[in-house]
């Protein structure tokens, strides 16, 4: 069985920055014309190749729901399980990777493989597609330039070791050993050893519970013994959607101009 896990519960603070409160909008559900120029629609339909596909909101769930309900096709709705992270507001994005993956595992049996994917991203198809058809675990990035201020940080330490680096307060960034490559992260992961990320995921439950989803992703590729079971994708149309301007960036994308 495959899965994807598509993580929208945050309360898309500067998306809505200026915004009166009762125009205020869950970013993943926003359009301006068409209903399925969202990000939430885009993603699921890139998720069609899954056998179920596990979406954890928080921030207006019940918007979600009545959205999916009226605009998902039946196909992909009938492969929709959704989760409800009540606790948006107060924990990191690490909850709801971890109400994710413990879901999956309460509600699924034989699992083959996870795909994880932050749902405030805007991807193209064909990177999407060679994460999709890897056969190994998958660690992502994008071409943007790096800056510490907004990027995730990965590098590959002279142990051929994989980390990640960011600054919660958007300040500067340091690596405290010798690398051998450094990128930007790309923000979609794939695991292969569910056992593996059992481990991560009790782990994060029981001592990372205020960190952020990094702190399962890196848990789990810790555990990992070979470096040559992890395949590194570049991903060649990458847009965090953080901004109103970020998703007319995307629309046009979408539009082709």
Request: hydrophobic share 35%.
């Amino acid at each position: 069985m495959k899965i994807v896990i598509i993580t929208v519960a945050g309360v898309s603070s500067r998306f809505n920055e200026g915004i009166p409160e009762e125009e205020k909008i869950l970013k993943c559900l926003y359009y301006e014309e068409n209903p399925e120029d969202t990000l939430i629609y885009k993603m699921v339909k890139k998720s069609d190749f899954a056998d179920r596909i596990v979406i954890v909101g928080g921030y207006k769930y019940q918007d979600l729901i009545s959205y999916i309900d009226e605009h998902i096709p039946q196909n992909l709705q009938e492969k929709i399980l959704l989760i409800e992270n009540d606790h948006f507001s107060d924990l990191s994005s690490g909850y709801s990777l971890y109400l994710g993956i413990n879901e999956s595992f309460n509600s699924f049996g034989d699992i083959d493989e996870i795909l994880f994917v932050e749902g405030d991203l805007d991807i193209d198809d064909d990177s999407f597609s060679n994460v999709v058809n890897s056969n190994k675990n998958v660690l992502t990035y994008n071409f943007n330039p790096i800056y510490s201020n907004k990027a995730v940080v990965l590098y590959q330490n002279e142990n051929d070791e994989y980390h990640y680096l960011f600054s919660t307060s958007h300040g500067m960034l340091s690596i405290g050993e010798p690398f051998k490559a450094i990128f930007n992260s790309g923000q979609v992961w794939k695991f292969k050893d569910m056992n593996l990320l059992k481990i991560a995921n009790d782990n994060f439950k029981e001592n990372l519970i205020e960190d952020t989803n990094l702190g399962i992703i890196q848990k789990y590729f810790d555990l990992l013994e070979d470096a040559s079971d992890v395949d590194i994708i570049g991903l060649k149309h990458w847009v965090n959607c953080n901004t109103r301007e970020d998703y007319k960036l995307i629309k046009n994308y979408w539009s082709g101009e």
